[in-house]
């Protein structure tokens, strides 16, 4: 459980207000009395939607099937949903207590599926602990001034992407050949030399692929290749929405819609693609590199998935850390100490000064 401010209903076994999805068990547990209610596996109501029928989105279902309301982030501009008893609210992506409760019911796609937290809180942290403390740059009070306590487990929206994509690709390939050259050396002798040349050919060719599952975090308070960094999740564990495995955690409203999503995905598959054909060039080298594309088949899901956030500050500025809620994984941001780059940038300097003096005294 991320703390008590989160959504949180009553047990029916003491009645307390501590039942919680707990990571743990990956059940719903009581905090005081240790019930425990299992929660429904089933992933047989996940099912993709054609993107060319669905960006009026009228017929899907909206909201999270359990009564929240919304704080909205002055600092970075993200929206969780949260418990709707909670009173105060500090922002799990940035740390920011610029927090105003929202005065708009937005009105979400529903999610088809959610992957459940399986790392604790307690793995969390620790993580977030060793992850603080390694780096060469890294300053040394770095460890006692970041919140170490200011992490939160958030179910963050995420839009999946699939296509077949069939692609036409048409290059000059470059082949090296050498040549030998006469040329006089700083005495005035003339000697030879190999020189490389490039022989360019045109090239073209066809490639396909299947794109299954293409993520795209629909939040603006965690940048996408922050979240490569911690992929891949195992989506073959999503099942079926359920707003129970919310319970005790917070819930990012998707800032980015379908469409802003799509953009996205269109230009990972884009990238993907132009590399593939590059590596498919003949010869050693290439240019003029132009690629067209057909995308067939494309197919979406809204999915839930969890990360574990640390938002902390550093002299004024924001740092962000997170962890894969499913595998543990982790990447973030630290500040650099200047004095330590500085003592490195000398010694650097003190080695190579004594590499070339060692070196002309031996000449």
Same mark, same amino acid.
């Given at each position: 459980?991320?703390?008590?401010?989160?959504?949180?209903?009553?047990?029916?076994?003491?009645?307390?207000?501590?039942?919680?999805?707990?990571?743990?068990?990956?059940?719903?547990?009581?905090?005081?009395?240790?019930?425990?209610?299992?929660?429904?596996?089933?992933?047989?109501?996940?099912?993709?939607?054609?993107?060319?029928?669905?960006?009026?989105?009228?017929?899907?279902?909206?909201?999270?099937?359990?009564?929240?309301?919304?704080?909205?982030?002055?600092?970075?501009?993200?929206?969780?949903?949260?418990?709707?008893?909670?009173?105060?609210?500090?922002?799990?992506?940035?740390?920011?207590?610029?927090?105003?409760?929202?005065?708009?019911?937005?009105?979400?796609?529903?999610?088809?599926?959610?992957?459940?937290?399986?790392?604790?809180?307690?793995?969390?942290?620790?993580?977030?602990?060793?992850?603080?403390?390694?780096?060469?740059?890294?300053?040394?009070?770095?460890?006692?001034?970041?919140?170490?306590?200011?992490?939160?487990?958030?179910?963050?929206?995420?839009?999946?992407?699939?296509?077949?994509?069939?692609?036409?690709?048409?290059?000059?390939?470059?082949?090296?050949?050498?040549?030998?050259?006469?040329?006089?050396?700083?005495?005035?002798?003339?000697?030879?030399?190999?020189?490389?040349?490039?022989?360019?050919?045109?090239?073209?060719?066809?490639?396909?692929?299947?794109?299954?599952?293409?993520?795209?975090?629909?939040?603006?308070?965690?940048?996408?290749?922050?979240?490569?960094?911690?992929? &891949?999740?195992?989506?073959? /564990? $999503?099942?079926?929405?359920?707003?129970?495995? =919310? @319970?005790?955690?917070?819930?990012? +409203? %998707?800032?980015?819609?379908?469409?802003?999503?799509?953009?996205?995905?269109?230009?990972?598959?884009?990238?993907?693609?132009?590399?593939?054909?590059?590596?498919?060039?003949?010869?050693?080298?290439?240019?003029?590199?132009?690629?067209?594309?057909?995308?067939?088949?494309?197919?979406?899901?809204?999915?839930?998935?969890?990360?574990?956030?640390?938002?902390?500050?550093?002299?004024?500025?924001?740092?962000?850390?997170?962890?894969?809620?499913?595998?543990?994984?982790?990447?973030?941001?630290? &500040?650099?100490?200047?004095? /330590? $780059?500085?003592?490195?940038?000398?010694?650097? =300097? @003190?080695?190579?000064?004594?590499? +070339? %003096?060692?070196?002309?005294?031996?000449?």
């Amino acid at each position: 459980m991320d703390d008590s401010t989160n959504l949180q209903i009553k047990c029916p076994n003491c009645g307390s207000n501590r039942l919680v999805y707990n990571a743990e068990t990956v059940a719903l547990t009581c905090e005081h009395c240790g019930y425990n209610k299992d929660l429904p596996k089933e992933a047989d109501q996940i099912q993709e939607r054609a993107l060319s029928e669905s960006y009026s989105l009228q017929d899907m279902p909206k909201g999270f099937e359990v009564e929240t309301k919304v704080f909205h982030c002055n600092s970075c501009g993200s929206e969780t949903s949260v418990g709707i008893e909670t009173v105060n609210f500090n922002c799990p992506f940035c740390g920011s207590e610029q927090v105003n409760e929202a005065a708009v019911d937005r009105r979400v796609i529903r999610p088809s599926g959610v992957l459940p937290f399986t790392i604790t809180r307690k793995n969390a942290l620790a993580k977030f602990k060793q992850w603080l403390g390694k780096g060469l740059f890294t300053p040394n009070n770095l460890t006692k001034l970041a919140s170490l306590d200011a992490i939160h487990g958030v179910y963050l929206p995420f839009w999946t992407f699939d296509a077949f994509t069939q692609s036409y690709w048409q290059a000059m390939a470059g082949y090296y050949y050498y040549v030998s050259e006469n040329y006089r050396d700083s005495d005035g002798n003339v000697k030879t030399r190999q020189v490389r040349k490039v022989r360019w050919v045109p090239a073209s060719g066809h490639y396909e692929h299947f794109f299954d599952d293409v993520l795209v975090v629909a939040s603006h308070g965690v940048k996408q290749g922050l979240i490569q960094q911690i992929e &891949p999740y195992d989506l073959e /564990k $999503v099942v079926n929405y359920d707003s129970q495995y =919310l @319970i005790g955690w917070d819930t990012e +409203i %998707y800032q980015k819609d379908l469409k802003q999503g799509f953009g996205v995905a269109d230009q990972i598959m884009d990238g993907y693609i132009r590399s593939a054909c590059a590596s498919r060039i003949p010869g050693d080298t290439y240019k003029n590199l132009h690629v067209q594309t057909r995308k067939e088949g494309l197919t979406f899901k809204h999915l839930l998935l969890p990360v574990w956030l640390a938002g902390y500050r550093y002299k004024e500025k924001i740092f962000q850390f997170i962890v894969n809620g499913q595998t543990g994984k982790v990447a973030g941001k630290k &500040p650099v100490s200047p004095w /330590k $780059v500085a003592i490195a940038v000398i010694l650097g =300097l @003190i080695v190579i000064g004594a590499i +070339i %003096y060692f070196s002309e005294g031996q000449a």
